[in-house]
């Protein structure tokens, strides 16, 4: 398509959508640029039969041509301006008028545009009382002209070819209207049609999510219970309690990790979570996600290796990179055996950092790593019997996709996993303190 095309079109649908709002319900939308299919493409052609009546000396039709120029104009005018009801009914009046005016006088086959008004005035309203009232007076009008219940004969009465045209025109622009508002119906089904299956598929998803997040809280707190009353009892002796505790402690701590997750993803679904992206040093968030299991790195001899540049930034909402590094780390700490290794990197390449954690453990079944990010991925169990709820991978793909970023997963069973994240770099010198 050659680039002239390409502009003329762009341009003809920007003016179609004209007024137009991304948080405009989907009817409304189609209703105002029916409207603007009304008016727009008309202009040009009405200027150009205001010119040529002029220098024929039809200077009435010249006016009433220019009126209804002016009255095109205005309705963009009004939709522009979002005043929706007001460029409708203002449209809608002034066409009556005028068309039926230019009807009667000159017989020019205009009068088939008050049945494109009426069409228009059934597909943009709802209110039944207002669209019969305009119709019969559209169906009053038309009929007045048609049966020639009054007649005035002008000097110079309109060319016979350019009365067909009228005509032709008028009829074409009603089989138009009502394809194009098919089209409309046909579309609004689709979408209700995917917005249906897309709700039963989340309500399935929510549903397996609360059944894994119910045995996981379960767990932890029916024993956390039996344990506090037995204590409170006397039945459990008190040097026997701090192994307890320390068992107990694992399982609240990885509790409250899922509970985390899933009270991000619970917020993420309600649009509850706003991105909101700064420039934030990756060497900096790695520490702290360290920090935060440098107990279980301890207790089961990890060897964790960090290469991170102190240079490295993101440009990512911070929390949210967080959350997907604390996630990363923990499956890897999770699925590597007691004295296996962990290794988290980082470079930056043409304005993209790629961050990597891999580690030498369990690996995954090549079957399940394309559901590794999605609600199918069942949830796995650790070397050591530690059990995740597969809703972190699920949080740290939406994360980053809302990052523009990308999550990639490889991995051989038995040899280990690597995770590969790329987010858009950042740059240190726009700010003082990464915080």
């Known amino acids: 398509m050659p680039a002239s095309d390409f502009s003329v079109k762009t341009f003809f649908f920007r003016l179609l959508n004209i007024g137009i709002t991304p948080d405009m319900p989907f009817i409304e939308a189609r209703r105002t640029r029916l409207l603007n299919l009304l008016t727009v493409p008309w202009i040009p052609g009405l200027v150009f039969f205001a010119v040529t009546n002029f220098f024929q000396e039809r200077y009435l039709l010249s006016f009433l041509n220019c009126l209804n120029v002016a009255c095109s104009v205005g309705t963009v005018i009004f939709t522009w301006k979002q005043r929706y009801l007001s460029a409708r009914l203002f449209i809608i009046i002034s066409s009556i008028i005028i068309y039926t005016v230019t009807a009667l006088i000159y017989r020019n086959g205009v009068e088939f545009f008050l049945l494109n008004i009426l069409i228009v005035t059934v597909l943009v309203y709802d209110n039944k ?4 009232s305009l119709s019969a007076v559209m169906l009053s009008c038309f009929l007045a002209v048609r049966f020639s219940w009054i007649n005035l004969s002008p000097e110079l009465p309109v060319p016979h070819d350019r009365i067909v045209f009228n005509v032709v025109w008028g009829l074409s622009f009603i089989v138009m209207a009502l394809s194009y508002f098919k089209r409309v119906h046909d579309d609004y089904e689709n979408e209700k049609e995917v917005q249906r299956q897309a709700l039963v598929a989340l ?11 119910a045995h996981d809280i379960r ?21 026997d309690m701090k192994d307890a505790a320390d068992e107990l402690y694992k399982k609240v701590a990885s509790l409250a990790g899922t509970m985390d997750n899933m009270l991000r993803w619970s917020m993420g679904q309600m649009k509850g979570i706003r991105v909101k992206p700064v420039h934030a040093s990756l060497a900096n968030l790695t ?12 207790e ?5 290796k960090v290469e991170i540049p102190a240079d490295c930034w993101v440009y990512a909402d911070r929390d949210q990179v967080s959350v997907i590094l604390r996630n990363l780390l923990s499956n ?28 030498n453990g369990m690996g995954i079944p090549p079957e399940k790593l394309p559901q590794l ?6 949830p796995g169990y650790g070397t050591k019997g530690e059990r995740g709820s597969g809703l972190g991978l699920l949080l740290c793909q939406e994360f ?25 770099a950042g740059k240190p010198a726009l700010v003082k303190i990464d915080s």
């Open 332 to 359: 890897a700490v999770k699925f590597s055996y007691p004295g296996g290794e962990v290794r988290m990197s980082a470079i930056t390449v043409e304005g993209q950092v790629t961050f990597r954690v891999q580690d």
């Open 219 to 239: 767990g932890p707190l029916s024993t956390l219970e039996m344990l506090l009353d037995m204590f409170r009892k006397g039945e459990y002796p008190e040097e």
């Open 203 to 213: 309500n399935r998803d929510k549903e397996k999510l609360f059944s894994i997040i």
């Open 400 to 424: 980053t996709v809302q990052n523009k970023g990308q999550l990639t997963a490889s991995s051989i069973p038995g040899k280990g996993t690597q995770f590969t994240l790329t987010l858009p």
């Open 373 to 378: 990010f999605s609600f199918k991925s069942a």
């Open 287 to 298: 520490d702290e996600i360290v920090n935060l299991f440098e107990n279980t790195i301890r």
């Open 300 to 304: 089961k001899e990890i060897h964790l």
């Open 129 to 132: 009382w207002l669209i019969l």
